[in-house]
T-cell receptor
Framework: DTGVSQDPRHKITKRGQNVTFRCDPI?????LYWYRQTLGQGPEFLTY????????KSRLLSDRFSAERPKGSFSTLEIQRTEQGDSAMYLC?????????????FGQGTRLTVV | AQTVTQSQPEMSVQEAETVTLSCTYD???????LFWYKQPPSRQMILVIR????KQQNATENRFSVNFQKAAKSFSLKISDSQLGDAAMYFC?????????WGAGTKLIIKP
């Protein structure tokens, strides 16, 4: 396993279209996180899964955003009716839940451009 | 709400010299973690160093060390013997429950 994998790396879409991103975490990791990073800013938390359960969602995650993690493996993040303000880097991270500190490993991100 | 502030948008340092990146945070929690992450251009976020709030001893990882001042809510990163490969965005972050709260980042430039 070479780490957290995200697909696609880049996506250009027209305003109003739907897009879906995929994240494959490190295989034994049961926690998965989605973050959004706009240019010149640090990442902002979007949502978090433990196994297949979505345990926390940010208020940033409007009704147009939905995330799933079927069977507790890969995850998808869908944005419906994209807007120009959705243009950002979408980062996925995973970690292994165990006692004490657990390091989150990040993927390279999906850069979304809405034109 | 937790906040993390990095007041230096950009820093530069001569290769082999030492540089310190600043970070302040605010939290109401008594038990928390603080982190420095590195994000090279077009590469993924990499954990550089972490600090548990309950530990008084400052964390050290090879050329990277932190100055953790809990009362002042300050968490600076010192990079010794700077190398060209250290050039990147550096983000300070704190952990609240399961999510990371991030600063805006500091761009570190290494001058050869």
């Amino acid at each position: 396993d070479t780490g957290v994998s995200q697909d696609p790396r880049h996506k250009i879409t027209k305003r109003g279209q739907n897009v879906t991103f995929r994240c494959d975490p490190i295989s034994e990791h049961n926690r998965l996180y989605w973050y959004r990073q706009t240019l010149g800013q640090g990442p902002e938390f979007l949502t978090y899964f433990q196994n297949e359960a979505q345990l926390e969602k940010s208020r940033l995650l409007s009704d147009r955003f939905s995330a799933e993690r079927p069977k507790g493996s890969f995850s998808t993040l869908e944005i419906q009716r994209t807007e120009q303000g959705d243009s950002a880097m979408y980062l996925c991270a995973s970690s292994l839940a165990q006692g004490g500190f657990t390091e989150a490993f990040f993927g390279q991100g999906t850069r979304l451009t809405v034109v | 709400a937790q906040t993390v502030t990095q007041s230096q948008p950009e820093m530069s340092v001569q290769e082999a010299e030492t540089v310190t990146l600043s970070c302040t945070y605010d939290t109401s929690e008594s038990d928390y973690y603080l982190f420095w992450y590195k994000q090279p251009p077009s590469r993924q976020m990499i954990l550089v160093i972490r600090q548990e709030a309950y530990k008084q001893q400052n964390a050290t990882e090879n050329r990277f060390s932190v100055n953790f001042q809990k009362a002042a809510k300050s968490f600076s990163l010192k990079i010794s013997d700077s190398q060209l490969g250290d050039a990147a965005m550096y983000f300070c972050a704190s952990r609240s429950n399961y999510q990371l709260i991030w600063g805006a980042g500091t761009k570190l430039i290494i001058k050869p």
